[in-house]
Nanobody, 123 residues
């Protein structure tokens, strides 16, 4: 069992940078793959980035590759998403997820979610 709390979302200008943080609680949090997903109004939740338990493997959506970077600190039970060169189309609620069965790009296969944090990119 793991609980997730996201933070760091805010209004930012296009071209700017922002770091989202996800705090995980639970004794076995470090054993979970972690991921960031986002959901824009009227759209389905979509994959952004994932990082494996231990941080060995990362995966990024094509739309954010080279701009966003996911990391984790298992000593602090956190997973961060560094977002650079933000675009208006990055505007969404960003959700942190945890998976004990292998993180995938399909949000339906992720068992744990935070409440989300709003990121708004203005032009």
């Amino acid at each position: 069992q793991v609980s997730l709390v996201e933070s760091g979302g805010k209004l930012v200008q296009a071209g700017g940078s922002l770091t989202l943080s996800c705090a995980a609680s639970g004794r076995t949090a470090s054993l979970y793959d972690m991921g960031w997903f986002r959901q824009a109004p009227g759209k389905e939740r979509e994959f952004v980035a994932t990082i494996s338990s231990g941080g060995v493997r990362t995966n990024y959506a094509d739309s954010v590759k080279g701009r966003f970077f996911i990391s984790r600190d298992d000593a602090k039970n956190t997973a961060n998403l560094q977002m650079n060169s933000l675009k208006r189309e990055d505007t969404a609620v960003y959700y942190c997820g945890a998976s004990a069965t292998g993180g995938t790009t399909d949000p339906q296969r992720w068992g744990y979610w935070g409440q989300g944090t709003q990121v708004t990119v203005s032009s």
